[in-house]
């Protein structure tokens, strides 16, 4: 009979995150819980701004924030098009696919990384969500890993 309180075989460890996380990795061995998941959430917009600068669209070469995140996984049927894209988007559950992890960088980019940095009323994070924020984050990195440029696409007029 299956104890209720085993816990997993499997704990997150943070030396197991994505490598793109690592900067975080001091602040939450020193305590530094809010400070380490702003941090990450940070590193993943940088990464993405590298991306868009690398891209040849001019539209996100300069942005920033919710904007980058919104034109670099726009949603196919958008203006211009995503600049990345996590699947083929040939089928509704593609393009669905597409269009959640589009969501969830916009919240990580909302409700982490702008609320960690612009507001002093936040409160620390406890150790535990600090960890549960950066294996989100770090889930995030590794969906940007398979991330493949999108095809080109004609301005909508």
């Known amino acids: 009979m299956a104890s209720a309180n085993r816990r997993p075989a499997l704990l997150l ?22 400070n380490a998941v702003r941090e990450a959430a940070e590193q993943f917009l940088a990464r993405l701004q590298h991306l ?7 539209d996100v070469q300069n942005e920033h924030g919710s904007r980058l995140v919104s034109r670099m996984f726009a949603a196919p049927e958008a203006n211009r098009g995503p600049v990345l894209v996590f699947n083929s988007l ?7 696919e597409h269009n959640g992890y589009r969501l969830l960088a916009l919240g990580m980019t909302q ?4 609320v960690l940095t612009h507001d002093p009323q936040r409160n620390e ?7 549960e924020w950066l294996g989100f984050i770090s ?5 940007l890993d398979d991330a493949t440029p999108a095809a080109p696409s004609e301005p909508s007029s």
């Open 13 to 34: 460890a943070v030396s197991e995150l994505h490598p793109e996380t690592e900067r975080a990795h001091e602040l939450i061995r020193t305590g530094h819980y809010r």
């Open 52 to 58: 868009a600068e690398q891209s040849e669209r001019p």
């Open 90 to 96: 040939a089928t509704r559950a593609e393009r669905d």
């Open 111 to 114: 409700a982490l990384r702008n």
């Open 125 to 131: 994070l406890d150790p535990a969500e600090a960890l």
């Open 139 to 143: 889930a995030m990195h590794r969906r």
